[in-house]
């Protein structure tokens, strides 16, 4: 593991209860991708978490919250399935499919162009991926190759929906240009709009990347290349590749035409003339293939296009002279069934003469013989063992039965069957009941339930309710049970019972009861928020935590610290404020003196924008110079402040 690794503070963290930290697999401009491991489901899955930084911007975060609305909106093979988003602290993380391998970035790398079935296998998953994302209203804006992932398995998919759009809101902001400048869409340059149609000439763009091994503009500035897509062509890729075929060449040409008009409406649109030129050309995609469980595979050598084969059958039975059946002749038969007849015959005359004597000896066993009735003794609050004893000098046989009993302790017997006194016949089957203590019973999920209706409920069961109930803050509904456990009259460790659980009678139940949430007090006042919190039983620490915030004035309360072991608040625990001290402020650079371009950049790196009369875009940067600034150098402002800039002609 490397030394950035192991100082990464999130790697073995448990994000949010449930996300172990692996490993650090990528990192970008606005998020950390990570392997974790979901502890509930028990699965590897990528951890995408937004930078620290820019927790607190709502433009980055309402992008970053947009990635996981827009993927997960999309159920198609092809597309980086979302699982979850959510809220660790001040940490923003989404939740996605955990894919092993490469981008198409680090594949164009090592090979430099790739072969025709390369391109066309690429190409249809990624246009099956934007045709699904089209359909459902999406808008990629940023196809490049390092959004594009080639899994180990085989599976080609398009992920990172963070600059996706509905495509009735397809307006830039200002003058911000979204996705990749080399594969950007001429509309986006000159006018700031995106459609379906802008994700096509990336698209197209990225064809021909792959069929020639470079980009069709260069520059060195991003400016020269955006330039490049608003006026020129992209050339065909056969020009630098003679290899490609000519229906891949008028490909390339239709998706990156200048007017949007003019190229394929939408992704499943490039589709389907792809697939007309897999046919043309007799090239399929190779698809991923898999070994099917049971009695059907898929042959690994061969295209089967996605279709399972049945195994051939086992072996046939032997047919033949070896699979005849030896047979018994009917003679045989016949003399086998004369012996079974005659031997029925003897047995059924031995059964008449049993039967006429028992019925003889029957009239004296019942008459006058040892067959007369005898009374059950009573053999309650003894052992089983003591009450056969006890039924035995009456000539009974003793069976034992277990039944639940709460009062009687296990092993002593309770009654037996037929009664005490009853007459029944010498050396009959008395049933000897015999407590097996306390009655197994199954309690209900108490979770959610009103306290009183939950006592009721135990008290229906027999069992005993623990006085001490303890009351924690949560999002349940005042006086609603949070938690139930129950310890056996026996004594042992107590078990959870806040979902149901087996118990006995006499057991007893120990509940723990909801107060509600903690009342909010972000936005409050110091003093009302201390109010407010000491009114349901929380005391409030002398001492407040103070934080810079960009949204809130300074003394405003943003929350509250939470607890150590995250545990839920209870009456009586201790709460410390988080108290605002405003936007944090930052010295304004010194840019006088400089040009119109370098201070713009000298500014931007801190943090701050720039601004001039418009008529000096049109100076070349080297003959201005920077006069005068507003405002002044060293001034103390919150980020993103606007400097306007007085210039000059210089030289």
């Given at each position: 593991m490397s030394t950035s690794q192991q100082t990464d503070p999130l790697i073995g963290r448990l994000v949010d209860g449930r996300y172990r930290v692996r490993a650090r697999i990528a990192r970008g401009g606005m998020a950390t991708v990570y392997v974790a491991t979901d502890m509930r489901l028990e699965r590897r899955v990528a951890l995408k978490v937004m930078h620290g930084h820019l927790s607190d911007d709502t433009v980055f975060q309402s992008r970053f919250i947009q990635e996981a609305r827009s993927a997960a909106r999309l159920a198609d093979p092809h597309v980086v399935n979302v699982f979850d988003q959510?809220?660790?602290?001040?940490?923003?993380?989404?939740?996605?499919?955990?894919?092993?391998?490469?981008?198409?970035?680090?594949?164009?790398?090592?090979?430099?162009?790739?072969?025709?079935?390369?391109t066309i296998t690429i190409m249809d998953a990624v246009l099956s991926g934007l045709a699904a994302a089209h359909r459902a209203g999406i808008v990629h804006r940023d196809v490049k190759p390092e959004n594009i992932l080639l899994a180990e398995d085989g599976r080609i998919k398009i992920g990172d929906f963070g600059l996706a759009r509905a495509t009735t809101a397809n307006t830039a902001s200002g003058a911000m240009l979204m996705g990749t400048i080399a594969y950007l869409a001429p509309e986006l340059v000159t006018r700031g709009t995106a459609d379906a149609r802008s994700d096509i000439y990336s698209l197209g763009i990225l064809l021909y990347e792959m069929l020639v091994g470079e980009q069709p503009y260069k520059g060195e500035q991003p400016m020269q290349i955006a330039f490049q897509h608003a006026t020129d062509s992209v050339p065909r890729p056969s020009a630098k590749n003679p290899s490609v075929p000519e229906q891949l060449d008028e490909l390339v040409l239709w998706s990156t035409e200048k007017?949007?008009?003019?190229?394929?409406?939408?992704?499943?649109?490039?589709?389907?003339?792809?697939?007309?030129?897999?046919?043309?050309?007799?090239?399929?995609?190779?698809v991923a293939r898999a070994v099917a469980v049971g009695t059907a595979v898929e042959d690994e050598s061969f295209d089967s296009g996605g279709y399972t084969k049945v195994l051939p059958a086992g072996p046939a039975a032997p047919t033949g002279p070896t699979?005849?059946?030896d047979e018994t002749d009917n003679a045989a038969q016949l003399r086998i069934a004369t012996r079974r007849r005659a031997a029925r015959g003897a047995l059924l005359f031995t059964l008449v003469v049993l039967l006429t004597g028992l019925a003889a000896g029957a009239g004296w066993w019942f008459g006058s013989g040892p067959g007369s009735l005898v009374g059950v003794p009573a053999v309650e609050g003894v052992t089983f063992a003591e009450a056969q004893s006890r039924l035995l000098e009456d000539s009974l046989i003793a069976v034992q039965e277990d039944v639940?009993?709460?009062?009687?302790?296990?092993?002593?017997?309770?009654?037996?069957?037929?009664?005490?006194?009853?007459?029944?016949?010498?050396?009959?089957?008395?049933?000897?009941l015999v407590s097996s203590g306390p009655r197994p019973q199954q309690i209900p999920s108490l979770a959610g339930a009103n306290i009183d209706e939950a006592r009721g409920i135990v008290d229906a069961l027999n069992l005993n309710v623990s006085d001490d109930v303890p009351r924690?803050?949560?999002?349940?509904?005042?006086?609603?049970?949070?938690?139930?456990?129950?310890?056996?009259?026996?004594?042992?460790?107590?078990?959870?019972?806040?979902?149901?659980?087996?118990?006995?009678?006499?057991?007893?139940?120990?509940?723990a009861v909801s107060n509600?949430?903690?009342?909010?007090?972000?936005?409050?006042?110091e003093g009302e928020a201390r109010r407010t919190l000491s009114n349901v039983d929380l005391i409030v620490s002398d001492d407040s935590r103070e934080v810079y915030d960009d949204d809130a004035a300074a003394g405003v309360v943003l929350g509250m610290v939470e607890?150590?072991?995250?545990?839920?608040?209870?009456?009586?625990?201790?709460?410390?404020?988080?108290?605002?001290l405003g936007p944090p402020l930052f010295p304004v650079t010194d840019v006088v003196g400089m040009t119109r371009d370098a201070a713009k950049a000298a500014l931007e790196a801190d943090g701050f924008t720039a601004d001039w009369a418009l008529f000096w875009n049109a100076a070349p940067d080297g003959l201005t110079k920077v006069t005068s600034q507003d405002p002044a150098a060293g001034s103390q402002r919150v980020a993103g402040t606007n400097v306007y800039l007085q210039l000059t002609v210089t030289g």
């Open positions: 959510g809220q660790d602290g001040e940490m923003a993380y989404l939740v996605m499919e955990y894919l092993p391998g490469i981008t198409l970035r680090e594949l164009m790398r090592e090979q430099k162009r790739l072969s025709v079935p390369q007017v949007p008009d003019d190229r394929p409406i939408d992704a499943s649109v490039m589709l389907q003339r792809l697939r007309d030129i897999e046919r043309d050309l007799g090239v399929a995609p190779q699979a005849t059946i639940p009993d709460f009062s009687v302790p296990a092993g002593v017997v309770v009654d037996t069957s037929p009664g005490p006194g009853e007459r029944v016949e010498r050396d009959s089957a008395v049933t000897v924690e803050f949560t999002e349940a509904d005042a006086d609603s049970v949070i938690y139930a456990s129950l310890t056996p009259r026996g004594g042992g460790d107590a078990v959870d019972c806040t979902n149901g659980c087996a118990s006995f009678e006499g057991d007893t139940i120990s509940f509600g949430p903690v009342p909010g007090v972000r936005g409050m006042g607890r150590d072991d995250g545990a839920n608040w209870r009456p009586g625990d201790t709460v410390t404020l988080i108290v605002s």
